[in-house]
């Protein structure tokens, strides 16, 4: 397991600046996290792998822009607004691939009338085979307030999809949803693929920076392994978490000598 960092730590910082950043401070595992559409442009992923050469790191994940569409886009009963969607997550596969990655992290749906969890099973099975076809995965997140940030729905996607079903568990999220992140480990076992972490201070902050607050993190990745992950540990906060970067990098730091095999 190789503990990195995700682009989006630095918001709002411009995503190639970002992960200029992180490959001066260091980091060599990495998820991108895009804001704009502007950002899918061939010239702009040539210049992000560019800055991924330079500083030899892995991109092993991206998440796309505009998360809060993705009801509104591809969980919708109006297909043609899905087909032009697909459109754009293939244009994500490819540019993953491209950068040498392999997950696309989605949040998916909200909850709603239009489609039963059966049917969103469905919509996300769908397309996950097309990605998985063009050499990519889609990783539902348990996003709070979202279909999949409840432990019941993840269990039941797990169990209808079967092999399309994988997953990103974010700690944050978990603590957010008020239920266990090691349930989440339990329960899906070997389908969670990829891991968001941060600390957290509970009941008080549901996300500090890492080693800065009281969660159990030998033991969490004592379970991950037990149950099965076999992936990259992303440290996702928000820029709110610390008051300047060095803080930021210098957590990071702390935690990869602490948990990461072959740092």
Do not use: W
């Amino acid at each position: 397991m190789k503990i990195g960092m995700s682009s989006s730590c630095l918001y709002p910082v411009y995503t190639e600046e970002s992960l200029k950043k992180l490959g001066e401070n260091g980091v060599k595992t990495a998820e991108i996290f895009f804001n704009s559409y502007g950002e899918l442009e061939s010239d702009f992923v040539k210049q992000l792998k560019a800055i991924k050469e330079r500083y030899d790191m892995n991109i092993i994940s991206v998440h796309p822009t505009f998360s809060l569409a993705e009801s509104f886009v591809y969980f919708s009963s109006y297909k043609r607004r899905y087909d032009e969607g697909m459109e754009l997550y293939k244009r994500y596969a490819e540019i993953v691939c491209e950068l040498g990655g392999k997950y696309i992290i989605m949040h998916g749906g909200k909850p709603n009338k239009v489609l039963t969890d059966t049917e969103y099973f469905d919509r996300f099975g769908e397309m996950n085979r097309i990605i998985k076809s063009m050499g990519a995965v889609i990783l539902q997140e348990n996003v709070v307030k979202f279909r999949a940030g409840n432990l019941d729905v993840l269990k039941n996607m797990s169990e209808y999809l079967g092999d399309d079903a994988t997953f990103c568990l974010d700690i944050k999220q978990a603590i957010r949803g008020e239920y266990s992140p090691f349930d989440v480990l339990k329960v899906l076992k070997g389908k969670v693929k990829h891991l968001h972490v941060s600390d957290n201070l509970m009941p008080e902050k549901d996300c500090v920076l890492p080693l800065s607050g009281n969660f159990d993190f030998e033991k969490f990745f004592n379970t991950a392994k037990d149950e099965g992950f076999i992936g990259d540990a992303i440290v996702e906060v928000y820029s709110d978490c610390y008051k300047k970067e060095d803080e930021l990098f210098s957590a990071y730091k702390k935690f990869r000598e602490k948990f990461q095999n072959n740092s």
